[in-house]
């Protein structure tokens, strides 16, 4: 294949502005693409204008670069805080660019950090991405220049993309801090939260039997469910006819990725709901999770992703 057919995708990490002191921390910008992580050499972190000046590079032919742009596949740049004492990485906020902004010169623009730990002093990046193709050939080393080559690059073994986690192996792993763990733990490290909302209900006499009698011990009329093996309930009400009760919210939280959020909703049953009286189920309705995300969507980065509506309860 001539140099021609090939392809650097470049990501330009170039400095920053507003970011808090931290002499004890070093400053590392992680960013992943068509299954492969770099990431910059450690900077300071004890100036408020770190210098990065690193370019990440990732190689493909022209068929799957027009691959990307179709499914307008977008990059998640992730900034880090790092203590070398313990080798510890805090996420501190990221920013998402976009593959279709790329073009074959060099331009770069000020981004602020989404999702940022430092959002009194508003820190922002200037990053740039652009499309090389000239001596493709001669740069076949680079992942990171003025970095060791291949520098954070994910093993060769270690699971990135979705081919390459095991949907069988995907279980969620109640932890001591509380959270989920669900993938390899240093693979799946970004933090989610899912969390189920109960905000009304109507029609609900039509669910109620004629010719059963209710339990007598019963408080009233409650909804029931079971998220990650937890069994949640709202708060009772008394009157099926205008149900009255609060939208209280559940939520469990999730260290994981998401391609591999994406493989285990996929191949989960969605989440029963139960109108129920006492220890009697009336009726229920499933609200399906296995299309909550897309794959190779980047939407949960930039806003809340959710399956919302009316769903109807039957017998």
Known sequence: MGSRDKFLIVVSVLEGRRFPKRPKHKLIVEARFDGELLATDPVSHNTETPDFTQELG??????????????????????????PRSTMKEAIGYVVLDLRSAQNKQTSKWYP????????SKSEVRLGIYIDDNNVDQQ???????????????PPDSPSTESELDPKTLKPELKEDGYYQLGPEDKCSDMFLLSVTISFAANL?????????????????????????????N?????????????????????????????????????????????????????????????????????????????????
Not at 63 to 76: G, V
Not at 113 to 120: C, G, I, P, Q
Request: contains cysteine.
């Open 58 to 83: 990732w190689e493909l032919d022209k068929k799957r670069l027009h691959q990307h742009r179709l499914q307008r596949t977008s990059i998640k740049v992730q900034c880090y805080a790092q203590d």
């Open 113 to 120: 950090l989404l999702h940022s730990k430092y959002h009194r």
């Open 140 to 154: 076949q080393g680079f992942k990171a220049r003025g970095a060791p080559a291949r520098s954070g690059q994910l």
């Open 205 to 233: 006499p039509q669910l109620i039997p004629t010719n059963m009698a209710l339990p007598a011990n019963a408080d009233g009329y409650f909804f029931y469910y079971s998220l990650f093996g937890n069994d949640v309930t």
């Open 235 to 315: 708060e009772a009400f008394v009157d099926p006819l205008n149900p009255n009760f609060p939208a209280e919210r559940a939520s469990v939280r999730l260290r994981s990725s998401v391609e591999a959020i994406h493989l285990f909703l996929e191949k989960q049953p969605g989440i029963q709901v139960h109108l129920c009286c006492g220890d009697q189920s009336l009726g229920s309705c499933e609200v399906p999770l296995n299309t909550l995300l897309k794959s190779g969507s980047t939407e949960i980065y930039m806003r809340p992703v959710a399956a919302e509506g009316s769903f109807q309860v039957n017998r």
